[in-house]
């Protein structure tokens, strides 16, 4: 199962690894390298290496060593397709079976991320909290299949974006975030309707945005 797969200790360890920037795309570095960076022993790093190179996270150069996969434009569109794919799927399910209370939540949640964007709240402080709600929003219409290999899925494919967006932008700026929420926004007031058709449109619009400032501040 890919949740099963993805609970290997060393793959855990390399994006733990990558997001606080001990590893970085495009980055050669030996087995043994990666063994004292990981804190693991060859043998688990072998296993580990293998996930990997299938989830096109590294590449192995049998003479130079081992390279972190840097987020050419390729990657991003097919990381980008495949979020889309899972997510506009489990949509259809999510806009039957979503409940007035998770609406008003989170459409009180966004009003609130977005004041927070507009007055003189720390930058950081707010990125923080809209960072948090763009992936719990996601990651909920998902969980709406009860699929754990699909959840797990799309939770690497985050992190590959997350990831792709950590090398091309210089930084996310308040308008940006703005933007995500009112797409958000408009993704709830579709589902409100109960307009699945309409919640899918503004699903695809949001990504196609989010593709697009992922290049943007680069």
């Known amino acids: 199962m890919e949740a099963e797969r993805q609970d290997n200790e060393g793959y855990r360890r390399f994006r733990e690894a990558m997001h606080e920037g001990k590893l970085t795309p495009g980055m050669v570095v030996t087995q043994n390298e990666l063994c004292d960076l990981l804190g693991i022993s060859l043998s688990p790093l072998r296993e580990t290496l293998v996930l990997l190179e299938e989830f096109g996270l590294v590449e192995i150069k049998p003479r130079t060593g081992i390279r972190i996969v840097y987020p050419e434009v390729a990657f991003i569109r097919e990381n980008y397709q495949f979020r889309i794919m899972m997510e506009v799927f ?67 494919v985050q992190d590959n974006l997350n990831m792709a967006r950590r090398v091309h932008q210089s930084g996310f700026i308040r308008s940006q975030l703005i933007s995500t929420m009112d797409e958000h926004l408009r993704v709830l007031e579709s589902l409100e309707k109960r307009d699945t058709d309409g919640a899918i449109a503004n699903l695809e619009a949001h990504f196609r945005a989010s593709t697009h400032r992922t290049f943007a501040a680069g």
């Open 90 to 156: 489990a949509m259809r399910a999510f806009a039957e079976v979503v409940k007035p209370e998770w609406l008003t939540d989170m459409r009180k949640r966004h009003e609130d991320c977005r004041a927070l964007l507009i007055a003189d709240t720390p930058f950081e402080e707010a990125r923080a909290v809209v960072v948090a709600l763009d992936r719990q929003f996601h990651r909920n219409i998902v969980q709406s299949l009860d699929n754990r290999a699909i959840l797990a899925t799309h939770a690497r």
